[in-house]
C-alpha cells in the first residue's frame, strides 16, 4: 500500500473504536506502513493528519514495540502536532512510552527510549501543560512529566509550579487530576 493508498484509507477512520482498532491492526501487519502513516501524521496542517493520529495512538496502544525503529523521528516531530484531535493522541503516545519504560517488567522500550527521546517528550509535554490546550493531553502530560520527574531532578517543581498557577482557571478534570499528581509528588 502507498502513502496516496493509506491516506485514502484513513479517510474511513472515524471515532469508532471498530475502526480505529481496524487500521491499527492493518498498519500493525504491515509494518512497512509505519513510515507512511507518520508521514500523514505529521503533515500537521491537513486533518487527515488527526485520523493518522488515531490509528497511531491505536497501533501503539496494541503493539508499542512497533514503534521503536521510529523513536527518533516521532519524538523529533511532537512538537509540530497543533491540531486538537491529533495532540491528544499524541499526548497519549508519549504517555504509553513513558509508562512502558519505567515498568516493572522488563521490555524492549527500556533498551530503546534514550535520554535524547526523553527530552523531546518532557519539552513537548510541557508545552502542552503552559499551551491553551484541552483536558486530555494536558492529562496525559501531568502523568508522563510525574513518572519522568522520579528520575529527572528539576522536572517535578516545574510541574508543582504550573499545576498551582492553573489550578483555579482550568476543568474539573484537570483538577482532579492535578490533585492526584500534586498529592504524588508530595508524598
Request: hydrophobic share 40%.
Given at each position: 500500500?502507498?502513502?496516496?493508498?493509506?491516506?485514502?484509507?484513513?479517510?474511513?477512520v472515524n471515532h469508532s473504536r471498530e475502526k480505529r482498532l481496524y487500521y491499527a491492526n492493518l498498519v500493525?501487519?504491515?509494518?512497512?506502513?509505519?513510515?507512511?502513516?507518520?508521514?500523514?501524521?505529521?503533515?500537521?496542517?491537513?486533518?487527515?493528519?488527526?485520523?493518522?493520529?488515531?490509528?497511531?495512538?491505536?497501533?501503539?496502544?496494541?503493539?508499542?514495540?512497533?514503534?521503536?525503529?521510529?523513536?527518533?523521528?516521532?519524538?523529533?516531530?511532537?512538537?509540530?502536532?497543533?491540531?486538537?484531535?491529533?495532540?491528544?493522541?499524541?499526548?497519549?503516545?508519549?504517555?504509553?512510552?513513558?509508562?512502558?519504560?519505567?515498568?516493572?517488567?522488563?521490555?524492549?522500550?527500556?533498551?530503546?527510549?534514550?535520554?535524547?527521546?526523553?527530552?523531546?517528550?518532557?519539552?513537548?509535554?510541557?508545552?502542552?501543560?503552559?499551551n491553551d490546550e484541552k483536558i486530555a493531553p494536558k492529562?496525559?502530560?501531568?502523568?508522563?512529566?510525574?513518572?519522568?520527574?522520579?528520575?529527572?531532578?528539576?522536572?517535578?517543581?516545574?510541574?508543582?509550579?504550573?499545576?498551582?498557577?492553573?489550578?483555579?482557571?482550568?476543568?474539573?478534570?484537570?483538577?482532579?487530576?492535578?490533585?492526584?499528581?500534586?498529592?504524588?509528588?508530595?508524598?
Amino acid at each position: 500500500m502507498t502513502t496516496a493508498q493509506l491516506y485514502n484509507e484513513l479517510n474511513y477512520v472515524n471515532h469508532s473504536r471498530e475502526k480505529r482498532l481496524y487500521y491499527a491492526n492493518l498498519v500493525i501487519s504491515q509494518p512497512k506502513l509505519i513510515p507512511e502513516l507518520m508521514d500523514i501524521l505529521f503533515s500537521v496542517d491537513d486533518k487527515v493528519s488527526c485520523r493518522a493520529a488515531w490509528v497511531f495512538e491505536f497501533m501503539c496502544g496494541e503493539k508499542l514495540e512497533a514503534i521503536i525503529p521510529y523513536l527518533d523521528r516521532f519524538t523529533e516531530s511532537i512538537h509540530k502536532v497543533h491540531l486538537d484531535s491529533a495532540v491528544r493522541p499524541v499526548a497519549k503516545v508519549c504517555e504509553y512510552l513513558v509508562k512502558a519504560y519505567y515498568s516493572k517488567s522488563i521490555n524492549s522500550i527500556q533498551m530503546s527510549l534514550n535520554s535524547k527521546h526523553k527530552e523531546k517528550i518532557v519539552e513537548s509535554c510541557f508545552d502542552w501543560m503552559i499551551n491553551d490546550e484541552k483536558i486530555a493531553p494536558k492529562a496525559y502530560a501531568m502523568n508522563t512529566l510525574f513518572l519522568l520527574g522520579n528520575n529527572i531532578d528539576w522536572i517535578h517543581p516545574e510541574l508543582v509550579l504550573i499545576l498551582e498557577r492553573d489550578y483555579q482557571t482550568q476543568s474539573a478534570g484537570y483538577k482532579a487530576r492535578a490533585r492526584q499528581i500534586l498529592k504524588k509528588i508530595k508524598a
